[in-house]
């Protein structure tokens, strides 16, 4: 277990709508970061986030955004779905700003039917 | 900018050690790493090497790193079934930038 949690595992849902993926980090990170995994695309960085400030920004669609809230838990909203969103979504917490040992959650695998 | 690059699969009898491949292309200082997935899990941090050093051993697993070619291996001594997963080469430069991961390579283990 490396102590990041994900809500929810599995979420099946329609194209055109929206949802909102969840992340509690280990205790102690400040830093939370969001990656998808999809088959063609591997494994791919969106955004990070350091203790309530966005850090670093990566190939997130505009219909993507984030937030890092003050409990430092963190939200990933996806809308306007598309078939091609479905993928798994990872979470990944460290202590620093530095991403030197980041540990990651069990990911939320997103079904867009 | 950053590229990962890995061969897709590795079968490797049980008991044989196994030898994972990578190469990255940015040359500044970087970190470089090793996570583990298996089924329906998540990626779990192995180890990672800064690109000042050359060798870095933690019980069965060894990274070895060549500057020269921007070559990363990682040797599984005695390799199990249990090993059998995906394993990720990723890099970031001086751990400051997001990692970048390879496609990662599919460790089938035969008994």
């Known amino acids: 277990d490396s102590g990041v949690t994900q809500t929810p595992k599995h979420l099946i849902t329609a194209t055109g709508q929206r949802v909102t993926l969840r992340c509690s980090p280990r205790?102690?990170?400040?830093?939370v970061y969001w990656y998808q995994q999809s088959l063609d695309q591997g494994l791919q960085f969106l955004i990070q986030?350091?203790?309530?400030?966005?850090?670093a920004k990566g190939n997130i669609l505009e219909r993507f955004s984030a937030q890092q809230f003050p409990d430092l838990h963190s939200e990933l909203n996806l809308s306007s779905l598309e078939l091609g969103d479905s993928a798994l979504y990872f979470c990944?917490?460290?202590?620093?700003?530095?991403?030197?040992?980041?540990?990651f959650g069990q990911g939320t695998r997103l079904t867009v039917v | 900018g950053e590229d990962v690059e890995q061969s897709l699969f590795l079968s490797v009898r049980e008991g044989d050690s196994s030898v994972i491949n990578c190469t990255y292309t940015?040359?500044?200082?970087?970190?470089l790493y090793w996570y583990k997935q298996e089924p329906g899990a998540g990626l779990q941090l192995l180890t990672y090497?800064?690109?000042?050093?050359d060798m870095k051993q933690d019980q069965r697993l060894t990274v070895l790193l060549n500057k020269k070619d921007k070559h990363l291996s990682l040797r599984i001594a005695d390799t199990q079934t249990g090993d059998s997963a995906i394993y990720f080469c990723?890099?970031?430069?001086?751990?400051?930038?997001?990692?970048?991961f390879g496609k990662g390579t599919r460790l089938s283990v035969i008994a």
């Open positions: 986030y350091y203790n309530g400030e966005e850090r």
């Open positions: 205790s102690g990170d400040l830093s």
């Open positions: 090497i800064f690109s000042n050093m």
């Open positions: 990944a917490s460290s202590v620093e700003q530095r991403n030197t040992e980041a540990f």
């Open positions: 990723a890099e970031s430069i001086q751990g400051n930038t997001p990692l970048v």
């Open positions: 940015d040359s500044s200082s970087t970190y």
